[in-house]
């Protein structure tokens, strides 16, 4: 079966129960926060009218690399309404909230990096891209494959940050797939551009240590460690933290140098 077949069962074996619980969220009179859709990953790209998956499968690397959660996330086809609205209708088939992604990576996503600039997610992709381009040149004979994933799945239709206690127990309870997609997708290497979100990251990797990446602290560039990941992973901040100039590229060059060694 091939990784987006896989991917969809993955999904649709969660997608009642989610669904119905996110659509009472949104009919809900006291809410004072709407879900948006929540973030599936696709690996289809389309060649005419059939999709494929070789710029995935046949890269040389794989690599994920983790943001904290979307800032809404809708299609603009007319399946999420005139006009299009961010907050999630169980009327919305998963396909199509797959084709969201879809879209996503066949507009901006080129050769390995990001060329979107927007309002919602350019700062995230700015920092996303800065660690592409270096690995990229770290690895000039090998082609690299990079999937953009959320450690938060389900994040608020309006409005920048955390979705709430309510809507994100509702992902824990009946949307956890981020280790079922880790394990589908095999990827060499995750990267987690999230800052200090390690309590999201233990939600996922329960017995997850931080070993700090030298020369840093801890809490600036530290290796992921778990006895459920089989891969090297990293975290360090995400690239809207105001820091001086500079300082996320040497960062991102140190976590570039350890995967190396790891590798070589």
């Not at 494929?52 to 994920?64: F, N, P, Q």
């Not at 919602?120 to 040149?137: K, P, V, W």
Request: net charge negative; glycine share 6%.
């Amino acid at each position: 079966m091939k990784l987006n077949e896989q991917l969809k069962a993955l999904y649709a074996s969660r997608w009642g129960r989610i669904g119905d619980s996110l659509q009472a969220v949104v009919c809900g009179e006291h809410a004072d926060v709407k879900p948006a859709y929540p973030f599936l990953l696709s690996l289809a790209r389309w060649e005419g009218d059939q999709p494929t998956e070789d710029w995935y499968t046949d890269a040389d690397l794989k690599v994920m690399v983790f943001g904290q959660e979307t800032n809404s996330w809708k299609g603009d086809c007319d399946d999420f309404g005139t006009p299009p609205s961010p907050v999630f209708s169980f009327d919305v088939s998963m396909e199509a909230v797959m084709g969201i992604y879809e879209e996503f990576y066949a507009t901006y996503y080129h050769d390995g990096t990001f060329n979107y600039k927007g309002p919602r997610y350019g700062m995230f992709h700015y920092g996303f891209n800065r660690f592409a381009l270096l690995l990229n040149a770290a690895l000039p004979d090998k082609r690299v494959a990079y999937v953009w994933n959320n450690l938060v799945k389900i994040g608020k239709a309006d409005g920048k940050g955390f979705c709430g206690a309510e809507i994100y127990a509702l992902e824990r309870e009946h949307f956890s797939v981020i280790q079922e997609e880790i394990n589908i997708l095999k990827p060499d290497l995750l990267l987690f551009l999230t800052g200090t979100y390690d309590e999201r990251i233990r939600d996922n990797w329960p017995d997850a240590q931080f070993s700090a990446l030298f020369p840093y602290e801890v809490n600036e560039a530290a290796q992921v460690i778990s006895s459920a990941l089989s891969m090297p992973a990293y975290r360090t901040s995400h690239p809207s933290a105001h820091l001086p100039k500079g300082t996320m590229e040497a960062r991102l060059e140190a976590i570039v140098k350890d995967f190396m060694e790891k590798i070589i």
